[in-house]
């Protein structure tokens, strides 16, 4: 009967984990919502980019203009977070504003100069601002880091 017990108490356990009714100590609700924005936002950035590629231009906006929206909230409960930041600056700069899109960019470098995505995107928003020269000094920052951003980055200045 003990045995049962165990089992039993065991099951109902896991169950509440998978259910979400458990958290971690030192969780707020407010982290959570950060959490849930950022999350949010970053998968509709990705099924904004496979509109993209089918060509689904207008469908794709929609979704970076939505993960927008959820990239703004987690970022009014956490500006030091550069991946926020990046992502701020990325639906920006997909959604047309490039401007704004270059502050978020500048404000990620300022928490990390050598983040990747933010060097990468803000030397696409260079190039596609016909500002070369800076495009090169951001493929600079990413030189020797053997990433696919470095390549990405290249290869669109080569084509301009």
């Known amino acids: 009967m003990k045995k049962i017990a165990k089992i039993l108490i065991i099951i109902f356990t896991i169950s509440l984990f998978k259910s979400g009714l458990v958290?971690?100590?030192?969780?707020?609700?407010?982290?959570?919502?950060n959490s849930n924005?950022?999350?949010?936002?970053?998968?509709l950035v990705y099924r904004a980019k496979k509109l993209e590629k089918k060509n689904k231009e207008d469908k794709a906006e929609k979704l970076y203009l939505k993960a927008?929206?959820?990239?703004?909230?987690?970022?009014?409960?956490?500006k030091k977070n550069a991946d926020i930041l990046n992502y701020l600056g990325f639906t920006?700069?997909?959604?047309?504003?490039?401007?704004k899109a270059e502050v978020f960019y500048l404000k990620g470098l300022e928490l990390d100069k050598g983040h990747l995505g933010i060097n990468e995107y803000l030397g696409?928003?260079?190039v596609k601002t016909n500002r070369i020269e800076l495009a090169k000094q951001r493929l600079n920052v990413l030189n020797g880091c053997e990433c696919e951003e470095y390549e990405e980055?290249?290869?669109?200045?080569?084509?301009?």
Do not use: C, V
């Open 68 to 78: 927008l929206d959820n990239f703004e909230k987690a970022y009014s409960k956490n």
């Open 124 to 126: 696409e928003l260079y």
């Open 92 to 99: 920006l700069r997909k959604t047309g504003n490039f401007k």
């Open 23 to 33: 958290f971690s100590a030192g969780t707020s609700s407010e982290g959570d919502n």
């Open 153 to 160: 980055l290249k290869k669109l200045i080569e084509n301009n």
């Open 37 to 43: 924005f950022y999350k949010k936002g970053k998968n």
